[in-house]
Antibody, heavy 117, light 110 residues
Framework: VQLVQSGAEVKKPETSVNVSCKVSGYNFIDSYIHWVRQAPGQGLEWMGRIHPNRGATNYAQRFQGRVTMTRDTSMNTAYMELTSLRSDDTAVYYC???????????WGQGTSVTVSS | QSVLTQPPSASGTPGQRVSISCSKGSSNIGNNYVYWFQHLPGTAPKLLIYRNDQRPSGVPDRFSGFKSGTSASLAISGLRSEDEADYFCATWDDSLGGYVFGTGTKVSVL
């Protein structure tokens, strides 16, 4: 099982970023994909999740209206778009598979997003 | 933002046992499974404990998870230098409708 994320991004404030997460080694539509971020010097923060089967999503309250999680089942890829970027969105963003039994068991390698003018 | 409280740091000498607590309330830990992750700088977090006290294949039995009421803990026995890392607990929060992570504990091996 592997989750491979897109590369690092540098963005200006008020723009958007789109991070992809391509999975392999299991049936993509069977498990939730979560998005978790870690800002420099901070802890882990859950952003939301998507179930690839029907695209159902749950977003953390603080990201509602700014985050959109989608998927392309033909590409076995999940996407996370964050809009209206601010400097405090600078973080490493991870996608994580949620196995129904084991929970968040396989993590992507992380994508660094830097927001700077 | 973190809803689960962990001590910021814990330490021990090689071979010792350290314990990390994780606490909040009935809407999260009290009703749901607790998970523990090990996070080394520059790497992706690694699942250490699932469903309160279960170890995935490949995780040494030096790592143990416990849950009682609205609190959980992770114990590391026979501490080794490679255990130096940040450790996070996580659980589903019914009132928030999402996962919450602990504040994180940095474990140092003296």
């Amino acid at each position: 099982v592997q989750l491979v994320q897109s590369g690092a991004e540098v963005k200006k404030p008020e723009t958007s970023v789109n991070v992809s997460c391509k999975v392999s080694g299991y049936n993509f539509i069977d498990s939730y994909i979560h998005w978790v971020r870690q800002a420099p010097g901070q802890g882990l923060e859950w952003m939301g999740r998507i179930h690839p089967n029907r695209g159902a999503t749950n977003y953390a309250q603080r990201f509602q209206g700014r985050v959109t999680m989608t998927r392309d089942t033909s590409m076995n890829t999940a996407y996370m778009e964050l809009t209206s970027l601010r400097s405090d969105d600078t973080a490493v963003y991870y996608c994580v598979r949620d196995d129904h039994f084991y929970g968040m068991d396989v993590w992507g390698q992380g994508t660094s997003v830097t927001v700077s003018s | 933002q973190s809803v689960l409280t962990q001590p910021p740091s814990a330490s021990g000498t090689p071979g010792q046992r350290v314990s990390i607590s994780c606490s909040k309330g009935s809407s999260n830990i009290g009703n749901n499974y607790v998970y523990w992750f090990q996070h080394l700088p520059g790497t992706a977090p690694k699942l250490l404990i699932y469903r309160n006290d279960q170890r995935p294949s490949g995780v040494p039995d030096r790592f143990s998870g416990f849950k009682s009421g609205t609190s959980a803990s992770l114990a590391i026995s026979g501490l080794r230098s490679e255990d130096e890392a940040d450790y996070f607990c996580a659980t589903w929060d019914d009132s928030l409708g999402g996962y919450v992570f602990g504040t994180g504990t940095k474990v140092s091996v003296l």
